[in-house]
């Protein structure tokens, strides 16, 4: 997805499994079973710990560069979630920056655009300037 | 109603009603039915206006295109302002017409209201007899709209004696309170006008 960025910042780790004692080392269990097991990855420790990480789950988040932290001002959705017409968000709803710098998902304002209202010509429905597509 | 609308409304219904809008705004909206295609609106009258005290209640209708058309929104409480029919409640505001953008919802547009409730706009009038008297006679005019937020919308000022007693001997002679106040308030409460109007 070219427009999008990752947040290394907000990778988390998360379902660690559970973690069993044996002597002085912690072991991460992997919980699914049909994989050959992973060597495992030592983590270094100033304590007597010694932990052995064996299966990571790396989770990321996604953000439109376009968008910024508000939602879409016509189906009000946060910009990553889909409009209401999607099922799915990311490429196949993907929004879309006007000259006057207002972001919204293509589809919702295709939907404005088509509106008989706004024949022939449209305005952004936030600030009312023509609408017109910025050139990425 | 689309899924795009009703999705909408939903976020909208909660925006109005956690907002804490009510004690700040003195706007609310209540559903009157599960597929949110019928609202109704409540605005308190805002402060030092001749609408202070009183409550009124809007009907709102959502069409099936929403939001890429205006709600139809109408005050089902009789008001005497320019801007809205003192028969029918049906408002003259742009934003509801050719004005109308996707991104007000139904918060922005009961603030609008409450908005043009503080100031009338007697150029563009709904009702063009009110609009005359508020031009005209201010002082009418503001009597007059206090009198009908005191008769219709719950307000809780004195009503206006002089004003009550001339609508009483309309009574008298038959006719409805609410035709006698209207009829009286287009005619800025000359009584002899009034019935002259009701019976010939």
Redesign the interface.
């Known amino acids: 997805m070219e427009q999008m960025q990752v947040d290394e910042s907000v990778m988390k780790v998360e379902e660690p499994g559970h973690v069993t004692i044996s002597n002085d080392s912690y072991e991460m269990e992997t919980t699914t079973g049909t994989q050959p097991p992973h060597p495992g990855v030592h983590l270094e420790s100033k304590t007597r710990l010694q932990i052995v990480v064996k299966k990571l789950h790396v989770c990321g988040e996604w953000k439109w560069l376009q968008g910024g932290e508000d939602t879409c001002?016509?189906?009000?959705?946060e910009f990553e979630s889909a409009?209401?017409?999607c099922k799915f968000p990311g490429d196949d709803c993907p929004l879309v920056l006007g000259t006057c710098r207002h972001a919204f998902h293509r589809h919702?304002i295709e939907?404005?655009i088509a509106?008989p209202?706004n024949q022939p010509k449209a305005?952004c429905?936030?600030c009312?300037q023509d609408w017109q597509v910025a050139e990425p | 109603m689309s899924?795009?609308a009703l999705?909408?409304l939903q976020?909208?219904c909660k925006e109005v009603v956690t907002n804490s809008e009510i004690s700040e705004t003195g706007i609310m909206i209540e559903i009157l039915n599960e597929n949110l295609t019928e609202i109704k609106g409540h605005i308190r009258g805002p402060p030092d206006t001749p609408y202070a005290g009183g409550m009124f209640d809007l009907d709102i209708k959502i069409p099936e295109?929403y939001?890429?058309?205006p709600p139809n929104v109408k005050f089902c409480t009789k008001i005497w302002h320019p801007n809205v029919s003192s028969q029918t409640g049906v408002i003259c505001l742009d934003i509801l017409k050719?004005q109308?953008?996707?991104?007000?919802?139904l918060r922005t547009v009961l603030l609008s209201i409450q908005a043009l409730m503080c100031t009338p706009e007697p150029k563009d009038p709904q009702d063009a007899v009110v609009a005359k008297q508020y031009m005209d006679k201010p002082a009418v005019f503001k009597a007059t709209a206090e009198f009908w937020t005191v008769k219709f919308a719950k307000g809780h000022l004195d009503v206006n004696k002089e004003y009550q007693t001339r609508v009483d001997k309309l009574k008298d002679m038959g006719v409805r309170e609410e035709e006698a106040i209207s009829v009286l308030s287009c005619n800025n409460w000359d009584i002899n006008r009034a019935t002259v109007y009701i019976f010939s």
């Open positions: 001002g016509i189906c009000r959705m409009c209401n017409i919702c939907k404005w509106a209202t305005q429905p936030l009312r | 899924n795009i999705n909408r976020r909208e295109q939001p890429f058309s050719d109308w953008a996707a991104s007000l919802t």
